[in-house]
């Protein structure tokens, strides 16, 4: 286990978007997925979508904004010593409306699109799990049964994406979001999700919960271990809470079936206006 993008799990818990200022502001994001966050119960079931690291960074200018995402995900299998390291490097790109002056209740559109290269097979997942558990010792490292078969060489494949997100309120929103996205070559990620959730924030707090309809699908098998990415429909629901200060966001996000692996994950992130 170790801590540290949409996008589809761009994912899940995206990145806050403060509302259109006059100068463009850069926003810098980075989450820490990890099952840990979780359930800590000693000894930690190390296995399936064992870790992710994401990073963004977008310029908003008004209603626009543009940018790119890093997501580095460690998938281990639950029977075996198998292990694939997915990585997702994409463009996006985003146009919020916001409501008319004349409407009494606050709503929005937002409308996010991504594409970019998905890749698979060892970029250092392995070694990184590794030198963490060694200096951890809060689990196995590869003298004690981490982990550590990749098979096949690298993949490489192609994956473009949207999302459209409605939300009503603003104290107390309701909202509501599609997303999908396909993926193309030797490995990569297609999905669709349909999401309705809910919203309360007061002074620089707040709270989320959501339940999503979900699909994926994968043509490589090395994404879909035991444990990893589940073929068919699935039922997800997510339990989140923040705080907001001024520049700065952190956020931590309880995720159900993530992936439709059957099990959770957690989700701690941080981001900031620059």
């Known amino acids: 286990m170790v801590v540290l993008v949409a996008c589809m799990r761009v994912a899940h818990a995206e990145p806050f978007t403060p509302p259109p200022e006059q100068q463009p502001t850069y926003l810098a994001y980075l989450a820490l997925?990890?099952?840990?966050?979780?359930?800590?119960?000693v000894p930690l079931d190390d296995t399936g979508f064992t870790h992710d690291n994401v990073i963004?960074?977008?310029?908003?200018?008004g209603v626009y904004a543009v940018g790119g995402i890093v997501i580095d995900r460690w998938i281990t299998s639950k029977v075996d010593r198998r292990r694939w390291d997915e990585l997702d490097l994409f463009?996006?790109?985003?146009?919020?409306?916001l409501q008319p002056l004349a409407l009494a209740v606050p709503h929005q559109l937002l409308v996010t699109v991504r594409a970019g290269p998905s890749l698979g097979g060892n970029f250092g997942g392995r070694w990184m799990q590794n030198g963490w558990h060694t200096l951890c010792g809060c689990g196995n490292t590869l003298?004690?049964?981490?982990?550590?078969?990749?098979?096949?060489?690298?993949?490489?494949?192609f994956v473009v994406g949207a999302r459209a997100r409605a939300a009503v309120?603003?104290?107390?929103?309701?909202?509501?979001?599609?997303?999908?996205?396909?993926?193309?070559?030797d490995t990569g990620v297609t999905s669709m999700q349909a999401v309705i959730g809910g919203s309360a924030n007061a002074w620089h707090v707040g709270v989320h919960v959501e339940l999503a309809a979900t699909r994926y699908h994968v043509g490589d098998p090395n994404l879909a271990l035991p444990?990893?990415?589940r073929a068919g429909?699935?039922?997800?629901?997510?339990?989140?809470?923040?705080?907001?200060?001024?520049?700065?966001?952190?956020?931590?996000e309880f995720r159900a079936n993530e992936g439709g692996s059957g099990?959770?994950?957690?989700?701690?992130?941080?981001?900031?206006?620059?």
Request: no cysteine; proline share 1%.
């Open 33 to 41: 997925r990890n099952d840990a966050f979780s359930d800590a119960t």
């Open 56 to 61: 963004s960074l977008r310029r908003q200018d």
């Open 91 to 97: 463009g996006t790109g985003e146009r919020l409306w």
């Open 143 to 157: 003298d004690q049964g981490l982990q550590n078969q990749y098979d096949g060489g690298q993949r490489i494949g």
């Open 169 to 185: 309120g603003e104290a107390l929103q309701a909202y509501t979001y599609l997303d999908g996205q396909v993926a193309i070559g």
């Open 227 to 229: 444990g990893g990415y």
């Open 233 to 252: 429909w699935q039922l997800e629901w997510r339990l989140g809470l923040h705080a907001r200060w001024s520049r700065y966001f952190i956020g931590y």
């Open 263 to 274: 099990e959770p994950i957690g989700v701690v992130e941080f981001q900031v206006s620059l």
